[in-house]
């Protein structure tokens, strides 16, 4: 027995390093994360979403409240500070590595695949960097891989108590953002799989699951009853509009594949594709639960996005929640490839591909987050997503000076990202008001009043926002005064022009009616 002792002991050696070492790199780009957490400032969606954690309501008009109360949970430790902002999303990040690791492992017992399957995330830039940014997709990354992890066990333990923890985590999901949605179709097939369909349908937990979503999606219901249904109106507006009804477009197609390839990875993406489309075969020709939750949750909303594309553009967040869920299907793919007698040297080549695809794909993240940490350099221009959204020091210093010269004691914006960051550089020390689309704002506190009415302001726009001939501004009858435009810069390159006027002779309405040209909102489509 001595040779077979010797080789399980090498073996268990050979685990343990392997496992050391990805600990040790999880570690270190866990590191790499939280230093581009607290060294970028905020993006204007994440400025935003800081204003919203600072309010008590129910619901937004963008989105459900799960975005605002990441952020206040890590602002509660860490203050109003980048780092707080974004803490969550660290968080978040690594709670989603441990569930899609345990999710593996109940399927395959195999080490290789759970860690081929977290060093993939950590190889997307989707998740390898830009889970530090916060958005409404952080958290659902979480609750939606949280909700297959308990379908996972369920179907693995056969123990319908896993309905119910399913249902919990579908319904934080829902409270994160909408897009859960097009997670139905998966959680249909899962349950009416042939193999067990019978069992499900007669049960009661899978209905008991449904109430328990439902349940706890019933706040961003409450808010819409009382608010005339704003966010689901908002948000449909996309979801229900067809295709036909706009112009189809190869470019906005164009821009969402090449999304996909640089945001999941130019080599990860064919190789996750690959394994999702064969784990799609292999469930639906067998009845396999597993394979067909996995490979559905990716090819529906991926067929979705990609039929939308031609249209429309798709925000570079919005694919999300899929990918963990296609890395699971990729890494469980590999392993069952050699139990099902595929051939030594696709099977060896499929090991390679997924090898090549994190190697490159995680030295691509270090290389951008060195780029934007510590390059002086804009290699992008005006299109830069990070640069694009950097830079407001400038405007903030010009404003802060013409406080000073003007006398004024208040802000007013027409733009809900404008405010948003400027409210983020000045927090309480003077009230900034977005004087339009005052329906993004409905339950939110109001600023001191006393410090607005009859006395001056300032508005900051970009250009050309403060073109009188906008038919906003026949609904604002302040008096303005041209002070001066400010540029914002970013490395060098000039990303936008603001305007900074003096205001006066009007005090805004907080809450105008629902039919004032100052209440609406711009609609997505």
């Not at 409404?136 to 693995?156: C, G, K, S, Y």
């Not at 179709?185 to 019978?198: E, K």
Request: hydrophobic share 55%; charged share 15%; net charge positive.
């Amino acid at each position: 027995m001595a040779p077979h002792d010797s080789f399980r002991d090498k073996a268990a050696n050979r685990d343990v390093r392997l496992w050391l070492g990805v600990i040790v790199l999880i570690a270190a780009m866990t590191v790499m994360r939280g230093l581009y957490a607290g060294l970028l400032d905020l993006r204007t969606d994440e400025a935003y979403y800081w204003t919203w954690s600072r309010e008590s309501v129910l619901s937004f008009l963008d989105h459900p409240p799960m975005v605002a109360w990441f952020v206040r949970l890590g602002t509660a430790i860490f203050g109003d500070t980048s780092f707080g902002a974004r803490f969550a999303g660290l968080l978040a990040m690594l709670a989603t590595q441990i569930l899609l690791a345990d999710m593996v492992w109940r399927v395959t017992r195999d080490a290789r695949a759970v860690v081929t399957a977290v060093l993939m995330m950590e190889a997307s830039l989707y998740f390898g960097l830009l889970m530090t940014k916060i958005s409404p997709d952080v958290p659902q990354v979480l609750f939606v891989t949280a909700m297959v992890w308990a379908l996972v066990r369920l179907a693995v333990s056969g123990d319908g108590r896993w309905w119910l923890a399913a249902g919990a985590f579908a319904g934080l999901a829902a409270l994160s953002k909408f897009t859960i949605a097009l997670l139905i179709p998966a959680v249909l097939v899962f349950a009416l799989a042939p193999r067990w369909r019978g069992q499900w349908l007669r049960s009661p937990y899978p209905y008991a699951a449904a109430v328990i979503a439902l349940l706890l999606f019933m706040p961003v219901v409450v808010w819409n009853v009382q608010h005339d249904w704003a966010s689901f109106r908002f948000q449909a507006v996309r979801a229900t509009s067809a295709t036909s009804e706009h112009t189809w477009s190869f470019r906005t197609f164009g821009e969402f594949i090449g999304l996909q390839f640089g945001l999941v990875g130019f080599v990860l993406l064919p190789v996750v594709l690959t394994g999702v489309g064969l784990t799609a075969r292999r469930g639906f020709r067998r009845g396999d639960a597993i394979a067909m939750l996995l490979s559905t949750a990716v090819i529906v909303p991926l067929s979705y996005f990609l039929w939308k594309s031609f249209s429309l553009r798709i925000g570079d967040t919005w694919p999300t929640l899929i990918w963990p869920l296609g890395f699971a299907a990729a890494a469980i793919n590999l392993v069952t490839l050699r139990q099902e007698g595929w051939s030594a040297s696709f099977v060896a080549m499929s090991f390679r591909w997924a090898r090549i695809a994190i190697v490159s794909g995680i030295a691509f993240v270090v290389v951008v987050c060195v780029y934007y940490l510590a390059l002086p350099y804009n290699f992008i221009g005006r299109t830069d997503p990070v640069g694009g959204e950097a830079g407001y020091e400038a405007v903030v210093a010009r404003v802060e000076a013409e406080l000073q010269k003007t006398g004024a004691t208040w802000i007013a914006t027409t733009d809900y990202r404008t405010c948003a960051m400027l409210r983020w550089f000045f927090k309480t020390r003077v009230p900034v008001v977005q004087i339009n689309e005052r329906g993004r704002y409905q339950g939110f506190r109001a600023p001191d009043i006393s410090l607005i009415a009859g006395h001056v302001g300032l508005y900051v726009g970009r250009e050309p926002e403060n073109n009188p001939a906008i038919a906003l501004w026949a609904s604002v009858p302040a008096k303005r005064e041209p002070l001066e435009s400010v540029d914002r810069v970013w490395r060098g390159v000039v990303m936008d022009t603001y305007a900074i006027e003096k205001f006066t002779g009007w005090t805004p309405d907080l809450s105008p009616p629902r039919d004032s040209p100052l209440f609406g909102w711009r609609w997505l489509a």
